[in-house]
């Protein structure tokens, strides 16, 4: 058994919840952009659907005007926020934390169960840090602080609900 300092392991207990909090969080941004972007599609699906409709004269004018107006916002909104473009970004930066978390959660276990010292366990945290850092600064998106916020509350019960003895 290694020997290992509190504020070793608190480093790596922190940097686990980090990297965790910050794969939920890409991942419920991704969603939000891409519901956003498959709204916008059902949007073009329904303005479309309603100039079919409207030149068979099944729906009245004033109709295809509406659709075409909400179809007209939603393009300048998607062309200029690109939702689409943004879960993408945001699925491949998902990927990239996956593999870290469980890079994290592997030399997690090491420390909680004492088989590795501390200056190893600061090393590769210190690597793994380097390359969040990196992923991370790829993501250029608005930062959704409430959103934020509810994945550090949710990171931490289910992180403390697995290592009871930490949190």
């Not at 295809?64 to 909400?70: G, H, R």
């Not at 250029?140 to 602080?145: A, G, Q, S, Y």
């Given at each position: 058994m290694n020997q290992y300092s509190e504020q070793t392991q608190h480093i790596i207990w922190n940097g686990l919840l980090d990297v965790s909090r910050y794969v939920r969080y890409i991942d419920k941004l991704c969603t939000k952009y891409q519901w956003w972007r498959n709204f916008v599609y059902?949007?073009?699906?329904?303005?479309?659907?309603?100039s079919l409709l409207t030149?068979?004269?099944v729906l009245p004018g004033f109709f295809?005007?509406?659709?075409?107006?909400?179809i007209a916002l939603a393009l300048i909104?998607?062309?200029?926020?690109?939702?689409?473009?943004?879960?993408?970004?945001?699925?491949t930066?998902?990927?990239?934390?996956d593999l870290l978390e469980s890079e994290y959660r592997t030399l997690w276990e090491r420390v909680y169960r004492k088989t590795i010292n501390d200056q190893d366990a600061i090393q590769e945290h210190d690597r793994l840090t380097k390359n969040v850092t990196k992923i991370m600064s790829h993501l250029?998106?608005?930062?959704?602080?409430q959103l934020n916020e509810e994945c550090a509350e949710e990171t931490y019960?289910?992180?403390?609900?697995?290592?009871?003895?930490?949190?």
């Open positions: 059902v949007l073009f699906g329904v303005s479309g659907s309603s030149l068979l004269n295809q005007s509406i659709t075409s107006a909400a909104w998607s062309l200029t926020l690109k939702p689409g473009e943004k879960a993408e970004r945001l699925a930066i998902k990927l990239d934390l250029n998106v608005k930062t959704d602080d019960l289910v992180e403390a609900q697995r290592y009871p003895s930490v949190a």
